[in-house]
């Protein structure tokens, strides 16, 4: 498995900018996926971006135009620079990784549930002060 460790989080005010950054074991995957989740007290853990290893990209609806992934295939650190943050950004930040196969590995990325990740940071957390 992929070892990931997330760093960056902290505490903002609304309308403030942070970059979490996620630096990955070297990644033996030829296809992958790799994506950004948050979870907040008492809520699911849900998606927040996505990309694979063409450079697709996928956000949620809630953070589309104000959040972008990104990665740096030479440091094996994936990203996620948030701008304009809101309160209900407030929560903990996963990263996440995941082989796919070489059939599935167009579209696959973006359909992928947090189950179907197969390796996951231990988290940073992200407060927004309204």
């Known amino acids: 498995q992929v070892q990931l460790v997330e760093s960056g989080g902290g505490s903002v005010q609304a309308g403030g900018s942070l970059r979490l950054s996620c630096a990955a074991s070297?990644?033996?995957?030829?296809?992958?996926?790799m994506g950004w989740f948050r979870q907040a007290p008492g809520k699911e853990r849900e998606g927040v971006a996505r990309?694979?290893?063409?450079?697709?990209?996928t956000y949620a609806d809630s953070v589309r135009g104000r959040f972008t992934i990104s990665r740096d295939n030479a440091k094996n650190t994936l990203y996620l620079q948030m701008n304009s943050l809101k309160f209900e950004d407030t929560a903990t930040y996963y990263c996440a990784a995941t082989p796919l196969s070489w059939w599935t590995r167009t579209y696959a990325c973006s359909t992928l549930g947090s189950a179907d990740f197969a390796s996951w940071g231990q988290g940073t957390q992200v407060t927004v002060s309204s």
């Open positions: 070297a990644i033996t995957y030829t296809y992958y996926c």
């Open positions: 990309i694979d290893s063409d450079g697709r990209t």
